[in-house]
């Protein structure tokens, strides 16, 4: 279970007042003393991220939020991060006391769940303790609610049960190849190993398409672009998908037979995380542009920059290149995405490997309501390098055509 990305684990936001019980309520879902428990109101500053299986959903992320009530710049601050974990949480829970006053603090809680369209649930936790306004409220309102005791387990089973019921069709994430290949398929990824790869290992996103392959009955086989004409003849018949990284795509779609489906890494995870088809109308946008037009570089992570980094020097260079226009950019980085977009000609988001779709999807709603175009790394490289009709025909009937002439 620890081996599953957190960006792909069902992320469980845990909101309420300060001392309703938030952090017991997690230890009492993992069975671990995990959060920071105190009788003490505010104990917990900082939004806690604690990794968990609730069967059968598989691998979840328990997030423990700062109390947002509290007053002052240190409140300010927690409220800041409590809605940074707001957007990259695919299912809530409002926890309350028996005794709690509903108030605006939940009420504004509540319109935020339903402006979000988020699935929600109220927990009266501490049941074992005396008061009924919080039920009352709840009933009146009819907000679907349960009542749990984080010290006595009472409720807990039915909670995760109710959290199953919340979850499905809400964070299930596109897949990344199962829907375009069949069992007994055979996959060749072609993974470069230059000096930017990790010694002695692939990274993530090689490993997690191999292991979609697999879970889909269908053989992976992995070969360096070098040895790809290798591959392909040690095969009886023709492969039903290459996904290659975008490096070499060149010389892999060369070597390539054009009826062999051909694909990117990239490509897969702009579908798998973000809205492939938004990326797709936003890329054209670099027609349209400007001298003087801004540019946003949206990064998910706070990864360390590199020399020739890829949002700050790469990008900026080849769009100077490609438009030779004098465009103006902006980069954030991890939660810090921008509340006003109006400024901005297009946002180029990068591949979101560190977070969830939730938060990616968060940042794709936004920019569509502000109309502004919207882009991400894998498909703006794809277009520059001219590559990019070849890279979408998997996902767009080429495969299920092959499917059907079977
Ligand atoms: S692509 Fe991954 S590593 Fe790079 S900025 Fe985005 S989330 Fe961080």
């Given at each position: 279970m620890y081996r599953t990305p957190a960006s792909n684990r069902l992320h469980i936001g845990i909101f309420g007042?300060?001392?309703?019980?938030k952090s017991s309520l997690i230890n009492a879902l993992t069975g671990q003393d995990t959060a920071i428990v105190s009788d003490v109101a505010g104990t917990t500053t900082d939004p806690v991220y604690k990794a968990m299986e609730i069967l059968p959903i598989g691998p979840c992320m328990l997030i423990d939020t700062a109390g947002i009530d509290d007053q002052g710049v240190l409140g300010e601050e927690r409220v800041k991060r409590t809605l940074v974990v707001l957007r990259k949480t695919d299912v809530g829970l409002i926890v309350v006391q028996p005794d709690t006053l509903i108030d605006s603090f939940e009420e504004d809680l509540i319109k935020t769940f339903q402006g979000k369209k988020l699935p929600f649930l109220f927990i009266i936790n501490k049941s074992e303790l005396a008061g009924k306004a919080a039920q009352d409220y709840l009933e009146n309102n009819k907000l679907a609610f349960i009542k749990v005791s984080s010290k006595t387990g009472q409720g807990i089973k039915e909670l995760k049960a109710k959290i199953m019921e919340l979850a499905p069709g809400h964070w299930s994430p596109i897949p990344l190849v199962g829907d375009i290949i069949k069992p007994k398929d055979v996959v060749i990824l072609v993974c470069p190993i230059d000096n930017a790869m990790p010694q002695g290992r692939l990274i993530l996103p090689q490993v997690q398409v191999m292991r979609d392959c697999l879970d889909n009955n269908a053989t992976a086989f992995v070969t360096k672009e070098t040895e790809l004409l290798d591959c392909l003849k040690a095969l009886k018949g023709k492969p039903r998908l290459v996904i290659t990284d975008s490096q070499v795509f060149e010389d892999v779609r060369d070597m390539l037979p054009k009826d062999i489906p051909l694909t990117s890494f990239s490509t897969v995870f702009a579908r798998h995380k973000g809205d492939l088809n938004a990326y797709i109308q936003g890329v054209y946008t670099l027609e349209n542009l400007k001298d003087g037009d801004e540019i946003l570089i949206a990064e998910a992570c706070t990864h360390h920059v590199q020399p020739e980094d890829i949002g700050r020097t790469k990008i900026p260079t080849w769009l100077l290149n490609y438009t030779k226009k004098d465009l103006h950019y902006e980069v954030t980085a991890g939660g810090d995405f921008p509340q006003d977009l109006s400024r901005y000609k297009l946002i180029i988001s990068c591949g979101g490997c560190m977070v969830n779709r939730r938060e990616i999807m968060h940042r794709i709603e936004k920019a569509k309501a502000a109309h502004v175009p919207i882009t991400n790394y894998g498909v703006l490289m794809a277009y520059l390098s001219g590559i990019l009709e070849r890279v979408i025909e998997p996902f767009e009937g080429g495969l299920l055509k092959i499917n059907l002439d079977k």
């Open positions: 007042k300060r001392n309703t019980g």
